[in-house]
Structures are given as C-alpha cells and as structure tokens.
C-alpha cells in the first residue's frame, strides 16, 4: 500500500528536550511539507522540501529543523527553543505542479507531541 | 496568513439532510481544494477545482466556485453520520496551498 506513515502518534517531551518526529512516504513524491496544528486552527507551515538535499522555511520555522537526506523520509526535530510545542503535527507529499498550483497533498496520520 | 476563512465554523445537521459551507479568500488562486479531516486523524483530499472552472461533482460533493466573488462553496448532498468530520478549503497561486481554520459538521443520525 502506498501512502504516508508517521510516528509515534503520540510523543511526550518533557521541557528542554529536543525531540525528532518520523515521516516516510512510498509515493515517491518530490515534495514533503510538515505543518502544525492547533485546536480550532488550521494547518501552519513549518518547512518544506520540494528535492533531496534542499528544504525551506515556512510560516512557523523557529524552534524546528528539518533534513532531507532521503526522497522517501522528512524528520522534523521539535527543539528546546519551540516556546510552546504542544500540538498536532502533520506530515504531508506531493507531487509539484509545473503550473497551476496549489499542489494536491497527501496527509500522514499525524503525530501530536505534548509537553508536560 | 491565512488565505481561506471558512464559514460557518460549526455545523449541526440530521442525517439525510444536506450540508453547505463555505469558504472565501483574499487574493487571485490558481484552484481551491477541499479536504476533510476526521477528529485526530491527517487530512484527506476531496476535490480540487481550477480557477477557470464554476463547478464540480464528486458522489455526493458539489462545490462551486466564484472567482469574482472570491469565493467557494462545498455541497454534501445526503449527508450519513460518517461525514462527520472538519472540512478544510486550501487555497493559492504557488504549490503549497493555504489552509483556512475549517468548519466542523456533525450529522446526527
């Protein structure tokens, strides 16, 4: 089955602590995003990656670092300078358009951290 | 910034009954997409429809488009208790779509 996994689907961290949440993906996509989501929110950038070895700063970078040192695989690292790292994070790919974006995405099952 | 806002935040309906919500944005996009999103779970893709198009059918989903309006909205026609769920609109002009705050429906069976 192809499709996007991410893990753990629950993380608790307690403050000061780096963590590293899991995203794989077998659609052989170029593009990975990973975003944040609040209750009552919608969904914030916090990197992407359109190729191997390349990723962006979206909306919501600080306190977060990424790599891409695989087509199939995006961690992103919650670091101890996230103020407020409690929420639910979504790992995303697809397919970039040449023309005509936005790009359909395909979702992970999501991951939500919660500091204690 | 967010582009899309989604209207109403909430939704209340009886099974059978049909949902509508809908969903502005503020600057020119190239399509606007639809997804849905169960209660702890990632998002699901519904539809997509392009900027030179007006309507689109998929099942039970209808979703128009105004682009003189800036604005779309998101039909379920005979709606089954498990469309509960939150209904994103995703909006842009680059790759990476904008994601609005979504509305929340819940059908009562």
């Known amino acids: 089955d192809g499709g996007i996994t991410q893990s753990p689907k629950y993380l608790f961290r307690k403050e000061g602590q780096n963590v590293t949440l899991s995203c794989e993906q077998n659609l052989n996509h170029d593009a990975m995003y990973w975003y944040r989501q609040d209750p009552g929110q919608g969904l914030r950038l916090i990197y992407y990656s359109q190729i191997v070895n390349d990723f962006q700063k979206g909306d919501i970078a600080e306190g977060y670092s990424v790599s891409r040192e695989k087509k199939e695989s995006f961690p992103l690292t919650v670091t101890s300078a996230q103020k407020n790292p409690t929420a639910f994070y979504l790992c995303?790919?697809?397919?970039?358009?040449?023309?005509?974006?936005?790009?359909?995405?395909?979702f992970g099952p999501g991951t939500r951290l919660t500091v204690l | 910034s967010q582009q899309g806002e989604e209207d109403p935040q909430a939704l209340s309906i009886q099974e059978g009954e049909n949902a509508t919500m809908n969903c502005s944005y503020k600057?020119?996009?190239?399509?606007l997409q639809w997804y849905r999103q169960n209660s702890g779970r990632g998002l699901v893709h519904l539809i997509l429809?392009?900027?030179?198009?007006r309507e689109k059918h998929s099942g039970r989903l209808r979703v128009t488009l105004d682009t003189s309006k800036k604005s779309s909205s998101l039909l379920i026609t005979a709606s089954r208790a498990a469309d509960t769920a939150s209904y994103f609109c995703?909006?842009?002009?680059?790759?990476?779509?904008?994601f609005g705050r979504g509305t929340s429906l819940i059908v009562h069976p």
């Open positions: 600057t020119s996009i190239n399509n």
């Open positions: 995703a909006t842009g002009l680059g790759y990476i779509p904008t």
């Open positions: 429809i392009r900027s030179n198009e």
């Open positions: 995303a790919s697809s397919i970039p358009r040449t023309s005509g974006g936005p790009d359909e995405q395909f």
